[in-house]
């Protein structure tokens, strides 16, 4: 059975950054347009940045220029390079697999921007 595991989450400074990875198994990677959601206390989720498997990638405005979004088709994992981290940041960060055929959810990691 397919599944996503995410990591890298953590406790960093305002200005400092982070690279969260998400790694897929099941045999479903190929396929999946790969998406990073967050969700902030008392907030809904939101959509962070996605990549398609032809590496076409869209961000969210609040992120643009700060974050990357990259896959590594070889190894299964996509990774979000996070940059310039700021307070408004701090969310649980969830990787999502999505094709016609599946939907799929890691179980979040914790990003907590504080100084």
Known sequence: QA?????????V???GSL????AASGGIF????????RQA???QR???ASITSRDITLYTDSVQGRFTISRDN?????YLQMNSLNPEDTAVYYCNANSPSFDLWGQGTQV???S
Request: one cysteine or more; aromatic letters at 6%; glycine letters at 14%.
């Open 3 to 11: 599944h996503l595991v995410e990591s890298g989450g953590g406790l």
């Open 13 to 15: 400074q305002p200005g």
């Open 19 to 22: 690279r969260l990875s998400c």
């Open 30 to 37: 190929r396929i999946a347009v790969m998406r990073w959601y």
């Open 41 to 43: 206390p008392g907030k």
């Open 46 to 48: 939101e959509l962070v």
């Open 74 to 78: 070889t190894k299964n994992l996509v």
């Open 112 to 114: 907590t921007v504080s």
